[in-house]
């Protein structure tokens, strides 16, 4: 896995060992950040179930101001921050060893609304679900907020709708896809 373009371009991220993580292909990768270049410098990212960093990581590269990476896998933790490191990004990268909920949780009511809010849970087990419901009552976000999740083919999300989120898109890949959505009114 490397980044694919911007100050970083070219350069090897580390992955950790295992199925605990599901790196996204490079291909896939480049496809996402393709759709949504124009809008990443400057911008602020959060990235979760972040694994190894390297959506984050991508944004960084291409120019967002800050990438936070919500991770629970002490080994994705180290993982993340030595990808930081060796892309010499650490500076506008912030790490939160935590689940994701407890992430939103201490992220809220500081500041913070993002721009982007990329999320790879595990698949297949309804985490995306959780997290949209919380994320439909957050000021971590408004209505100019997109929020990528990248799931399974057979994840169905017929229940954003009723939290006030609307499907924009969906990229369908081999075997998975990315679902874009944004809130409704905020």
Excluded: W
Excluded at 73 to 102: F, H, Q, W, Y
């Amino acid at each position: 896995m490397r980044v694919i373009a911007g100050s970083a371009r070219r350069l090897l991220l580390k992955t950790i060992d295992g199925l605990d993580t599901r790196p996204t292909t490079d291909r896939i990768k480049e496809t996402l950040f393709n759709m949504i270049q124009p809008g990443i410098a400057d911008c602020r990212f959060l990235d979760l179930f972040s694994g190894s960093g390297g959506i984050g990581i991508e944004a960084l590269s291409r120019g967002a101001e800050l990438a936070v990476f919500i991770e629970n896998n002490p080994k994705a933790v180290s993982c993340i921050k030595e990808n930081l490191t060796a892309t010499k990004l650490e500076d506008r990268g912030m790490v939160m060893a935590c689940d994701v909920l407890t992430g939103l949780k201490r992220l809220e009511g500081k500041g913070h609304v993002f721009d982007y809010i990329f999320m790879d849970p595990p698949y297949d087990h309804e985490h995306e679900r959780y997290v949209m419901e919380y994320l439909s009552g957050s000021a971590l976000i408004n209505k100019e907020t997109t929020i990528i999740i990248e799931a399974s083919l057979n994840t169905t999300l017929d229940y954003l709708e009723t939290l006030g989120f609307i499907v924009e898109k969906v990229k369908n890949y081999k075997t998975n896809k990315h679902i874009f959505v944004y809130k409704g009114e905020c």
